[in-house]
């Protein structure tokens, strides 16, 4: 007979010292019938679990029991994601220093010991509840990058944040006594500005195709003034702003592509701490939102302002520490995506949604897909990357299979570099 009331702080231990003595989690796979496999991300060891993270896992943990049940064979392994970014974070905030105040081995140390303790703690609940294809390459590139963990970070880790930003419009001069109005939300990046771009067949600014158009910069380059040429594209749109619009290197992906299409110099005003360079003048060293204001004081007392207000302006933010994100010129690692997006699409049509409208969230992400996975990162707790950089030639020097596992920061490479040196810089990076 049943009792009147479930008593779960007697059952649920009884139940789970059952399942395990009777190796009701096993998996054989030669077992007979029918076999399924449950692929889940691991949880990341970043701070406490929280109710979201039992309803996600509930969610398969029921099929999974369910299948079994019915005789299946099931598949469905735990792991933990202890390294990366997200841990990073995690061990800063709990230590109270970032990881560069601390040194590399020091904060190594504090991550796997804080993981270790964590990853205790989510066992015990979870219980209660390609570069030999040459799909990996490294080159120096436009990258997203993260001023306030000052690494690298992957397209799909950007969210988008609706913030109130100044909308100038700036007075640059044009030859003869003309002005061409430009209206930007980032004026901080006029040091690193390096052409004007208008529509071909903008009426407006046609006859300007090919002339210089100038703005005194005394006070925040190294010149009195930045002379930048007006080239003309049809990815600049008449209907925005005044319809002529900076480039810069970089503030957007649409200044990545003119930077690539129209072969135009590389400018970095904004360093990877997120302060300002050597090439904003009397600016550098300036956090981003200081030289914001300065810059456009500066402006505004030079008579070169012709309008501003304030609007709401999508700002591409790092779903880690909500810091808006830049488009800085490092060296990473990537993997090749972007010439894989049909097969990605193909092979998201044979699967069986449910719910439906997931398979569309999913075809549009892989649709919207700019970069190829930037899978390196600046930081030092996980995995590195099994290579070295050879000083004499710059060639990648990658460890063979059969000496994986290594750590490039203690171990040299086992062959000399084709060109004969043995001299190698250990690669830096971790992956994400």
């Given at each position: 007979?049943?009792?009147?009331?479930?008593?779960?702080?007697?059952a649920e231990p009884?139940?789970?010292?059952?399942?395990?003595?009777n190796?009701?989690?096993g998996?054989?796979?030669?077992?007979?019938?029918?076999h399924?496999t449950?692929?889940?991300?691991p949880a990341?060891?970043?701070g406490?679990?929280?109710?979201?993270?039992?309803y996600?896992?509930?969610?398969?943990?029921?099929?999974a029991?369910?299948?079994?049940?019915?005789?299946?064979h099931?598949?469905?392994?735990?792991g933990?994601d202890d390294?990366?970014?997200?841990?990073?974070r995690?061990?800063?905030?709990?230590?109270?220093h970032?990881a560069?105040?601390i040194?590399?081995?020091?904060?190594?140390?504090a991550?796997l010991?804080l993981t270790?303790?964590t990853?205790?703690?989510f066992?015990t609940?979870?219980?209660?509840?390609?570069?030999?294809?040459?799909l990996?390459?490294?080159?120096?590139?436009?990258?997203?990058?993260?001023?306030?963990?000052?690494?690298?970070?992957?397209?799909a880790?950007?969210?988008?944040?609706?913030?109130?930003?100044?909308?100038?419009?700036i007075?640059?001069?044009?030859p003869g006594c003309?002005?061409?109005?430009?209206?930007?939300?980032r004026p901080?990046?006029?040091p690193?500005?390096?052409?004007?771009?208008v529509?071909?067949?903008?009426?407006?600014?046609?006859?300007l195709i090919?002339k210089?158009?100038?703005i005194?910069?005394?006070?925040?380059?190294g010149?009195?003034e930045?002379a930048?040429?007006?080239?003309?594209?049809?990815?600049a749109?008449?209907s925005?702003?005044?319809?002529?619009?900076?480039c810069?290197?970089f503030?957007?992906s649409?200044?990545?592509?003119?930077?690539?299409t129209?072969?135009?110099p590389l400018?970095?005003a904004?360093g990877?701490?997120?302060h300002?360079?050597?090439?904003a003048?009397s600016?550098?060293?300036l956090?981003?939102?200081?030289a914001?204001r300065?810059?456009?004081?500066y402006?505004?007392?030079t008579?070169q302002?012709?309008s501003?207000?304030?609007?709401?302006h999508?700002?591409?933010t790092?779903?880690r520490?909500?810091?808006?994100?830049?488009?800085?010129?490092?060296?990473q690692?990537?993997?090749?995506?972007?010439?894989q997006?049909?097969r990605?699409?193909?092979?998201?049509r044979?699967?069986?949604?449910?719910?439906?409208?997931?398979?569309?969230?999913?075809e549009?992400?892989?649709?919207?897909?700019q970069?190829?996975?930037?899978?390196?990162?600046?930081?030092?707790?996980?995995?590195?990357?099994p290579?070295w950089?050879?000083?004499?030639?710059?060639?990648?020097?990658?460890a063979?299979l059969?000496?994986?596992?290594?750590?490039p920061?203690?171990?040299?490479p086992?062959?000399?570099?084709?060109?004969?040196?043995?001299?190698?810089?250990?690669?830096?990076?971790?992956?994400d």
């Open positions: 007979m049943l009792p009147n009331r479930y008593d779960f702080r007697e009884r139940l789970a010292r059952f399942w395990e003595l190796n009701v989690y998996y054989d796979p030669a077992g007979s019938g029918q399924f449950i692929d889940t991300p990341t060891v970043s406490q679990l929280h109710i979201g993270h039992c996600s896992y509930t969610q398969a943990d029921v099929i029991r369910y299948r079994r049940m019915r005789g299946g099931v598949y469905y392994p735990m933990f390294n990366g970014l997200a841990t990073e995690f061990v800063e905030k709990t230590i109270k970032k560069t105040e040194g590399r081995d020091a904060f190594i140390n991550c010991e270790q303790q990853e205790g703690r066992e609940l979870w219980r209660r509840l390609s570069h030999q294809q040459g990996t390459y490294t080159q120096f590139a436009p990258t997203l990058w993260c001023p306030e963990c000052e690494t690298a970070i992957a397209q880790e950007v969210n988008d944040a609706s913030l109130p930003t100044r909308f100038s419009t007075a640059f001069r044009l003309g002005i061409l109005p430009i209206a930007t939300t901080e990046l006029l690193a500005c390096v052409a004007i771009f529509h071909p067949d903008d009426p407006r600014y046609r006859h090919g210089t158009a100038r005194d910069s005394g006070a925040f380059s010149s009195p930045l930048v040429p007006i080239l003309a594209d049809e990815l749109d008449p925005r702003g005044s319809g002529a619009v900076m810069c290197t503030g957007d649409t200044d990545v592509r003119w930077w690539h129209h072969h135009l400018r970095a904004i990877r701490d997120g300002m360079t050597d090439l003048g600016y550098a060293g956090t981003v939102q200081q914001r300065r810059i456009l004081t402006l505004e007392e008579g302002i012709i501003e207000e304030t609007i709401e999508d700002v591409g790092h779903e520490c909500g810091t808006p994100i830049e488009y800085l010129h490092t060296r690692w990537f993997i090749r995506v972007l010439d997006k049909e990605l699409l193909e092979a998201g044979k699967i069986r949604w449910h719910p439906e409208h997931m398979r569309i969230r999913y549009h992400w892989v649709e919207h897909l970069w190829d996975w930037c899978i390196s990162r600046q930081r030092y707790f996980g995995i590195p990357f290579a950089t050879c000083r004499a030639c710059g060639e990648t020097v990658l063979p059969e000496q994986l596992p290594v750590d920061q203690t171990t040299q086992l062959v000399a570099c084709a060109c004969g040196s043995t001299d190698f810089e250990p690669e830096p990076d971790v992956m």
